[in-house]
T-cell receptor, first 114, second 111 residues
C-alpha cells in the first residue's frame, strides 16, 4: 500500500513550457486535491475532484488545469509555466465515507520555473 | 468564507520546554479541525483531528489540542518537546469538501 504517490519529485521548466504533474492513490479514495506550498503562505488549494470525472476550482486555479479520468489518478497541468508557479506541489486524497475528512498527502513535487 | 489564523510564524524552544501553538478559525458550518505536521523535507502528516465530542483531543507523539468553541480556537500543546519535534505545524479547518490551512508555524527545538 503506497498511499499517495507523485511524479516527478523535482522539475525545472523554462518560462512558457508546459508539463503535467501526476498523482496516484491506491486507497480507493473518492476525493483528490492539488495544493501548492509557498514559504509563509501555507497550503493553498489549486483544484480538487470530489469523484472520478468531476473537478472544481480552489483558491488559486489560474494557470493550471486538471484531469480526473480514473479514480486513482489526478493530473495537474501547467499550460504555460511562469516563474510565479515556482513552488512545491502536493497532492492529497480523502475518503468520503466512514471516518471522514482527513486528507492523506503525497511526498510533493518541487517545481522551479526559470 | 472559512479562514485560519496561526499566531506565531516561528517558535524556538529548548528541549523539555512546553509548547503551545495558537490557532483561530472562522467557519460558518459544522467545524472539523486538524493539526498537520511537516518534518523537514517530508510531506504533511496528520497529528490529530477534532470532529465532535470531547473538546480535548489527543494525537500522536504526545500532542494534544483543545477545541474552545467560544473562542474559535484549536490550540496545539505538548508538555515537553524534543529535538525531533522540529518541524512546521499547520492548523486546518474544513467542511465536507475542502480544507483551509493556516500559514504554518515553524518550530525549532534546540538540544
Amino acid at each position: 500500500n503506497a498511499g499517495v504517490t507523485q511524479t516527478p519529485k523535482f522539475q525545472v521548466l523554462k518560462t512558457g513550457q508546459s508539463m503535467t504533474l501526476q498523482c496516484a492513490q491506491d486507497m480507493n479514495h473518492n476525493s483528490m486535491y492539488w495544493y501548492r506550498q509557498d514559504p509563509g503562505m501555507g497550503l493553498r488549494l489549486i483544484y480538487y475532484s470530489a469523484s472520478e470525472g468531476t473537478t472544481d476550482k480552489g483558491e488559486v486555479p489560474d494557470g493550471y488545469n486538471v484531469s480526473r479520468l480514473k479514480k486513482q489518478n489526478f493530473l495537474l497541468g501547467l499550460e504555460s509555466a511562469a516563474p510565479s508557479q515556482t513552488s512545491v506541489y502536493f497532492c492529497a486524497s480523502r475518503q468520503t465515507s466512514g471516518s471522514p475528512y482527513e486528507q492523506y498527502f503525497g511526498p510533493g513535487t518541487r517545481l522551479t520555473v526559470t | 468564507a472559512q479562514s485560519v489564523s496561526q499566531h506565531n510564524h516561528h517558535v524556538i524552544l529548548s528541549e523539555a520546554a512546553s509548547l503551545e501553538l495558537g490557532c483561530n478559525y472562522s467557519y460558518g458550518g459544522t467545524v472539523n479541525l486538524f493539526w498537520y505536521v511537516q518534518y523537514p523535507g517530508q510531506h504533511l502528516q496528520l497529528l490529530l483531528k477534532y470532529f465532535s465530542g470531547d473538546p480535548l483531543v489527543k494525537g500522536i507523539k504526545g500532542f494534544e489540542a483543545e477545541f474552545i468553541k467560544s473562542k474559535f480556537s484549536f490550540n496545539l500543546r505538548k508538555p515537553s518537546v524534543q529535538w525531533s519535534d522540529t518541524a512546521e505545524y499547520f492548523c486546518a479547518v474544513g467542511g465536507y469538501s475542502t480544507l483551509t490551512f493556516g500559514k504554518g508555524t515553524m518550530l525549532l527545538v534546540s538540544p
